[in-house]
Every structure is written in structure tokens, then in C-alpha cells.
């Protein structure tokens, strides 16, 4: 069985690693370089930056970052936030990243996975999804969470699949926050896919963790609070994971 992944992701507005509910109530949390090289040597598998700042200024230093990042970390990272073209993300990869997440700007316009795919190969692509459950099925949503689409979850993921996502990166709006554990049925469901899936929002324990990568089949958790304010420790984390009989790099 390949190793499971464990993913810390940083929030980032004007250069700075943030932490809040759905953007608001925002907290420094951490220089982001600093801070991604602390979870890289505590033993995480993979960094997730997310740049939330709207603004023309703060793509500019977001992209600046990711040049000091790249040459500060020697673990895969992936960058997204605001990429609604391919010279977007060509920006980002160019400047040290190792892969692109899109959301919001693929489902409006899904044309966008094949076009970054085409050009820089599948391997460089994550979907991230967002959704809720309302009357019993998952409808994707946008903008953090704050528009609602009539697209499904299980239909658009494979689409996105289809188009060229060599990631998917699922949160559910329900779980996310909660750390109340994740939705492992329907991570089941997206590990029927032929891509690895990203396992988002939930996670609160080891035991959570440990649950959606064996019986919801994800190939790795990605969370941000947890590690931030420590209270699950990277290696600690590994550890009770190997205990349990989960693959994980040490």
C-alpha cells in the first residue's frame, strides 16, 4: 500500500499565515516560510498555501512568497487561490511551486483544468471542491463556501477528473470547523476515482484522521488548526498513525 500523506495547509493574506472561520476573525498565525519549514522538518509529506488576498498587491507578494518558499523548503507544495487562467498558474509553478489548486474560477469555467493540464501536465493539477449536503445530495459550492451551485459533488469530481485533475481536494462545508471527523461514506465514494483524493475538513483527532484514510479511502488529510495551535503534533500524529497500521512516512 503507498504511504498516506499528511498535509498541513497555511492560510496566507498580504504574506502572512492566517487562521479563521470561513476568512473571518482572521489571527496571524506564523510567518508562512518559517512555519512551512517547521511542519517539513516535523515530517510533513506535502505544504498547501492558500492565498486569500483579492487584491492585485497581495497576488504580487503572494507570488514573491512562493519564490522564498521554494527556496527555503525541500517538500513538494502546492499554491492556490485566485488562479482563474493559465498564466496564472504558469505565474506560480514558474516561481517555485510544485502544484496549482483551482476551485471557484473551474467551476464557472471548467474549460480551465483541460487548458492548465494540457500545457503543464495533470500531475500539476488539484481540484479542490467544496460542498454541502442539502436534502441528501452534495451540491458544490464557491467563493468559500458562500455560493451555492446546481453542480453535484460525485458528477463535477468526475469531470474534473475527466478534464484533466490529476488531485482531488474535497472539504465538506458541513464537517469543516466541526472537528468532528469527516464524512468517510462519501470519501469512499471519490477513492473510486483514478486520482488520489485529498481528505478536508473535520479533522479534530487522531482517530478522525486515521479513519478517513483507511475506511473513506483517502490517500491524505489535509487540515490547518490543528497543527497551528499544536494540538496534534506532526510527528505524534505519524506515530499513532504507524500504530495503527496506517503507511506513513517518518
Same mark, same amino acid.
Request: glycine letters at 12%; charged letters at 25%; a negative charge.
Given at each position: 500500500?503507498?504511504?498516506?500523506?499528511?498535509?498541513?495547509?497555511?492560510?496566507?493574506?498580504? !504574506?502572512?499565515?492566517? #487562521?479563521?472561520?470561513?476568512?473571518?476573525? &482572521?489571527?496571524?498565525? !506564523?510567518?508562512?516560510?518559517?512555519?512551512?519549514?517547521?511542519?517539513?522538518? =516535523?515530517?510533513?509529506?506535502?505544504?498547501?498555501?492558500?492565498? $486569500?488576498?483579492? %487584491?492585485? @498587491?497581495?497576488?504580487?507578494?503572494?507570488?514573491?512568497?512562493? %519564490?522564498?518558499? /521554494?527556496?527555503?523548503?525541500? $517538500?513538494?507544495?502546492?499554491?492556490?487561490?485566485?488562479?482563474?487562467?493559465?498564466?496564472?498558474?504558469?505565474?506560480?509553478?514558474?516561481?517555485?511551486?510544485?502544484?496549482?489548486? +483551482?476551485?471557484?474560477?473551474?467551476?464557472?469555467?471548467?474549460?480551465?483544468?483541460?487548458?492548465?493540464? %494540457?500545457?503543464?501536465? %495533470?500531475?500539476?493539477?488539484?481540484?479542490?471542491?467544496?460542498?454541502?449536503?442539502?436534502?441528501?445530495?452534495?451540491? +458544490?459550492?464557491?467563493?468559500?463556501?458562500?455560493?451555492?451551485?446546481?453542480?453535484?459533488?460525485?458528477?463535477?469530481?468526475? @469531470?474534473?477528473?475527466?478534464?484533466?485533475?490529476? =488531485?482531488?481536494?474535497?472539504?465538506?462545508?458541513?464537517?469543516?470547523?466541526? #472537528?468532528?471527523?469527516?464524512?468517510?461514506?462519501?470519501?469512499?465514494?471519490?477513492?473510486?476515482?483514478?486520482?488520489?483524493? $485529498? /481528505?478536508?475538513?473535520?479533522?479534530?483527532?487522531?482517530?478522525?484522521?486515521?479513519? +478517513?484514510?483507511?475506511?473513506?479511502?483517502?490517500?491524505?488529510?489535509?487540515?490547518?488548526? $490543528?497543527?497551528?495551535?499544536? @494540538?496534534?503534533?506532526?510527528?505524534?500524529? #505519524?506515530? @499513532?498513525?504507524?500504530?495503527?497500521?496506517?503507511?506513513?512516512? &517518518?
Amino acid at each position: 500500500m503507498l504511504a498516506k500523506r499528511i498535509i498541513p495547509c497555511l492560510d496566507i493574506r498580504d !504574506g502572512q499565515t492566517v #487562521k479563521g472561520i470561513h476568512f473571518e476573525d &482572521l489571527r496571524r498565525v !506564523g510567518d508562512p516560510v518559517e512555519l512551512g519549514a517547521k511542519y517539513a522538518a =516535523e515530517g510533513a509529506d506535502e505544504l498547501v498555501y492558500l492565498d $486569500i488576498s483579492a %487584491s492585485q @498587491e497581495g497576488r504580487r507578494t503572494f507570488t514573491d512568497l512562493v %519564490s522564498h518558499i /521554494a527556496a527555503r523548503i525541500d $517538500i513538494p507544495f502546492t499554491v492556490g487561490g485566485g488562479i482563474a487562467s493559465v498564466d496564472d498558474a504558469g505565474r506560480l509553478l514558474d516561481a517555485g511551486a510544485d502544484k496549482v489548486t +483551482v476551485n471557484s474560477a473551474a467551476v464557472g469555467n471548467p474549460a480551465l483544468i483541460d487548458s492548465i493540464a %494540457s500545457k503543464y501536465g %495533470s500531475q500539476f493539477v488539484v481540484v479542490a471542491i467544496d460542498a454541502r449536503q442539502i436534502d441528501g445530495r452534495w451540491r +458544490v459550492t464557491t467563493h468559500g463556501g458562500r455560493h451555492l451551485t446546481e453542480r453535484e459533488l460525485f458528477t463535477w469530481a468526475r @469531470e474534473a477528473v475527466d478534464r484533466g485533475a490529476g =488531485e482531488i481536494l474535497f472539504t465538506s462545508m458541513d464537517h469543516d470547523g466541526t #472537528k468532528n471527523g469527516y464524512p468517510c461514506e462519501t470519501f469512499a465514494r471519490l477513492a473510486e476515482l483514478p486520482v488520489p483524493v $485529498i /481528505a478536508s475538513g473535520g479533522a479534530g483527532t487522531v482517530g478522525h484522521i486515521a479513519e +478517513v484514510l483507511t475506511r473513506g479511502g483517502a490517500d491524505a488529510a489535509l487540515a490547518a488548526s $490543528i497543527f497551528h495551535y499544536g @494540538e496534534i503534533p506532526i510527528p505524534r500524529l #505519524k506515530r @499513532e498513525l504507524r500504530e495503527r497500521g496506517i503507511p506513513v512516512r &517518518l
